[in-house]
């Protein structure tokens, strides 16, 4: 199985509302039980950042803020997520100047027949034509296809963690810090060689029928707080995947971010500081490039 791309795709760009497609009529079960998420804690004298995991769209009635995470959320003066986009204007935006080939080009034309096939099967799945991505460039096709399997089952942005934040704090005066930007978060797939795109679209293609699998897996060990299982799940096919696409999607962001905390913990006050859960775990995570610049990341739950 060689999803791994698909999850990091996921956790990318999902972060805001993004125009894919609308979701297909499905009727999704809330999930009372109380979830456990992992949450750490980085001090420095009058400084605190709450580090967290999101996931960036959940199901209806997903019940993650509680215990020490919303005691953490509610002391913030600050809320610190990968994008501060939440009406998607932004991103809209950014995908109207990258996501679309040159006038003339085809997707098609860059898939063999065979793969060719094999979306146009997955598209009438639920009711799309064969050519409803061929305008597109091969990376936004691959997570716009990812995408579908997801709204079925019932996963929305409007009910994923940023959105949840955003209604928690709706009511204070709590600044809203973006780290990154739509437009440098599209940048790095859109810079992405061709054929690394095409490589991207084919295992979307291939394991599409095990997408539903990998999300299950996947919030399951987020919503226990099991780092361990879930950095096991984002990097198990690690050694088979394209090194430019980990580097540029996990690795150089995890630094990013770091860089980030580094920074703003020279400015007192306490900070919520919610990013895509698989920059937590695994090798090159950002408590691994914090520790080695001699700070400390604390597991509080």
């Not at 034509?129 to 079925?152: E, F, G, I, N, Q």
Request: aromatic share 6%; charged share 20%; hydrophobic share 45%.
């Amino acid at each position: 199985m060689k999803l791994r791309p698909f999850r990091m795709a996921l956790a990318l760009l999902l972060a805001a509302p993004l125009p894919v497609f609308a979701a297909p009529d499905a009727t999704s079960s809330a999930v009372p039980a109380p979830l456990h998420p992992a949450l750490w804690k980085i001090t420095r004298g009058d400084t605190t950042i709450w580090l967290f995991g999101t996931i960036h769209m959940l199901p209806a009635g997903a019940n993650w803020l509680t215990g020490p995470v919303a005691q953490a959320v509610d002391s913030a003066d600050e809320v610190a997520t990968e994008i501060n986009d939440p009406g998607g204007d932004a991103t809209r935006t950014a995908l109207a100047a990258r996501a679309l080939l040159p006038p003339g080009q085809h997707l098609s034309a860059l898939l063999p027949e065979a793969e060719r096939a094999a979306l146009a099967e997955r598209l009438a799945r639920f009711g799309l034509s064969a050519d409803r991505l061929d305008p597109d460039k091969p990376w936004y096709a691959a997570v716009a296809l990812s995408t579908l399997p997801v709204l079925r089952r019932g996963y929305d942005a409007r009910n994923g963690v940023e959105a949840g934040l955003t209604a928690r704090e709706a009511g204070r005066a709590v600044q809203h810090t973006g780290i990154e930007t739509p437009e440098g978060q599209l940048a790095i797939l859109d810079g992405l060689p061709q054929a690394s795109q095409l490589a991207y679209l084919k295992n979307v293609i291939d394991d599409f029928d095990k997408i539903d699998g990998e999300i299950d897996a996947m919030v399951t060990a987020w919503g226990k707080g099991d780092a361990t299982t879930l950095a096991r799940i984002m990097n198990e096919d690690e050694g088979k995947d394209d090194p430019l696409l980990i580097e540029r999607l996990i690795l150089a962001r995890n630094r990013g971010f770091a860089a980030w905390i580094a920074q703003r913990l020279d400015k007192p006050g306490s900070v919520f500081m919610a990013i895509g859960a698989g920059h937590l775990a695994g090798t090159g995570s950002v408590q691994q490039v914090l520790a080695k610049s001699g700070i400390s990341a604390v597991r509080v739950q």
